[in-house]
C-alpha cells in the first residue's frame, strides 16, 4: 500500500463485521481541506430522511481501523448538480483512518469506505498548555474558560473530562453549558466553556433554584482528565488541576476612568501600558484594541499581555513619534464576567446603554 497520497481500501477491508468496497459515484478528499461528494443518482427518490447525515456520515475510525460508534464529524451539506458534498468543519487530518457511512440504493442497508488522506505527519505529544484566566482569584460571576492544548482534541466531549469540584470534593454537574456542538477554534486546539449564565444572572430561576456555579469566599478546583484524548488517539496522560479562590462578582460596567495609562516618550521604542481595574478577557485585546495617530492612522504593533490578564502593554514596530494618540476600544471588549463598555451581563433591561461602536482614551506622546 503506497505511503504517500491519497489511500484507499478499495478491496475488502473488516470493519466491525461489515464488509468495505468501494460505491459508485463516490468521490473521496484529496487534500485535507476537500470535501466528499456522492451521486444521489443511485438513491431512491421517494425516499424521505430525516437529515443528510442519513444519508452520508463520516466518523474517525478507532485504533484498529474499525468502524466506530461515536457521533459523526459535524460539518456542512451542499448540492452540486445531483451530487450531495459534505466539508467538514476542521480539515481532515493527515494519516488519521476516517470511515464514510453511506446509504445503499434502494435499501435500509449502509455501507462503509475507509480512506486516509495523505502520511501521518510527526505529531506533538497530547498536552494540555494553557488555562485562561491564569490567575486563581476569579470573580463571582466568571463567564468563561479558555483551554488551550497542544494538538487537535477529540471533541463533543470535554464535559466527560472537565469537572468543577468544591472544597469537599462535590463535583458540580449542572455548572457549565451544554452545547449540541462545543465551541473550538478552527485548528481544534482551543476550546472555550462557558458556565451556565442561568446560573449566572441574578433573579433567573435557574440561579434561585441551584445558586450561583462559583460563590464568593468559597474555593473550587477544575480537573482536566488526562484521560481525554486527542484526534489521534493520544491521551493526554496526567490530570491538570486548577485552584480557584472565588472573590466578589463584577458588578460595575467597565469605564475607561478607572484605567492607568503610562505615556511612552517619542523617538522610542518603549511600550505603551494600560493598567486595567479588573481581569480583561484575553481573546478579545488583539481584535479590539489599537492604536491611531493624529491622522487616525493605525499604529502597527501588537499587544503584549500581562499580570494575570489585568495589564497589556503595546509594543510598537516603529518609534514613536511627537503627536496626539488615541487608544481605540472596540465596546464590544469585555472582562471575564461578560461586562464590556457598554453594558453589564446582569443588567435589567432598562439599563441598557447607548449603542456606541468605540470608545478612546487621548494621549499625548512629547
Same mark, same amino acid.
Given at each position: ?12 477491508? !473488516? ?27 443511485? $438513491? ?16 474517525? +475510525? ?31 487530518? /493527515? ?64 464535559? &466527560?473530562?472537565?469537572?468543577? $469540584? ?18 473550538? !477554534? ?5 476550546? #472555550? ?6 446560573? @449566572? ?41 486548577? +485552584? @480557584?479562590?472565588?472573590?466578589? +462578582? ?32 484575553? +481573546?478579545? @485585546? ?15 504593533? /501588537? ?22 494618540? &488615541? ?21 435589567? $433591561? ?10 478612546? @482614551? #487621548?494621549?499625548?506622546?512629547?
Amino acid at each position: 500500500m503506497s505511503k504517500t497520497g491519497l489511500i484507499l481500501f478499495f478491496v475488502i477491508a !473488516s470493519i466491525s463485521g461489515i464488509v468495505a468496497q468501494t460505491t459508485l459515484g463516490l468521490h473521496l478528499p484529496k487534500q485535507s481541506d476537500d470535501g466528499i461528494h456522492f451521486d444521489l443518482s443511485g $438513491i431512491a427518490k421517494d425516499k424521505e430522511y430525516r437529515s443528510n447525515y442519513d444519508i452520508l456520515s463520516v466518523f474517525v +475510525a478507532n485504533e484498529t481501523n474499525e468502524y466506530t460508534t461515536t457521533l459523526p464529524i459535524q460539518g456542512n451539506f451542499s448540492m452540486v448538480e445531483n451530487k450531495l458534498v459534505f466539508k467538514p468543519y476542521f480539515p481532515f487530518e /493527515h494519516g488519521l483512518t476516517y470511515v464514510i457511512r453511506l446509504k445503499k440504493a434502494n435499501s435500509e442497508a449502509f455501507s462503509y469506505v475507509p480512506f486516509q488522506i495523505g502520511e501521518k505527519e510527526k505529531v506533538d505529544q497530547a498536552k494540555l498548555l494553557s488555562i485562561f484566566p491564569t490567575t486563581d482569584l476569579l470573580p463571582e460571576n466568571l463567564l468563561r474558560f479558555y483551554f488551550y492544548f497542544q494538538t487537535p482534541m477529540k471533541q463533543e466531549e470535554a464535559l &466527560k473530562h472537565i469537572k468543577l $469540584i468544591d472544597e469537599e470534593g462535590n463535583v458540580d454537574d449542572h455548572a457549565f453549558m451544554k452545547f449540541k456542538e462545543e465551541l473550538w !477554534s478552527n485548528d481544534g486546539k482551543r476550546l #472555550t466553556l462557558l458556565f451556565d449564565p442561568g446560573r @449566572i444572572k441574578r433573579g433567573v430561576s435557574t440561579n434561585m433554584k441551584q445558586g450561583p456555579s462559583l460563590e464568593d469566599g468559597q474555593r473550587y478546583h477544575l480537573n482536566i482528565s488526562g484521560e481525554w484524548q486527542d484526534v489521534y488517539g493520544q491521551s493526554l496522560v496526567q490530570n491538570t488541576r486548577k +485552584a @480557584i479562590r472565588v472573590v466578589e +462578582a463584577y458588578r460595575k460596567k467597565m469605564n475607561l476612568n478607572e484605567w492607568v495609562v503610562s505615556e511612552p516618550k517619542s523617538g522610542g521604542l518603549d511600550k505603551l501600558t494600560i493598567e486595567f481595574d479588573r481581569i480583561i478577557d484575553h +481573546a478579545l @485585546i488583539q481584535s479590539m484594541m489599537q492604536v491611531r495617530d493624529d491622522s487616525d492612522n493605525r499604529v502597527e504593533g /501588537h499587544w503584549k499581555i500581562q499580570n494575570s490578564e489585568q495589564q497589556v502593554q503595546f509594543v510598537p514596530q516603529n518609534r514613536w513619534q511627537k503627536g496626539s494618540y &488615541k487608544i481605540m476600544f472596540d465596546t464590544h471588549l469585555e472582562d471575564v464576567s461578560g461586562n464590556n463598555l457598554q453594558n453589564l451581563l446582569d443588567h435589567n $433591561i432598562l439599563d441598557l446603554d447607548r449603542n456606541e461602536l468605540s470608545q478612546f @482614551i #487621548t494621549i499625548i506622546i512629547l
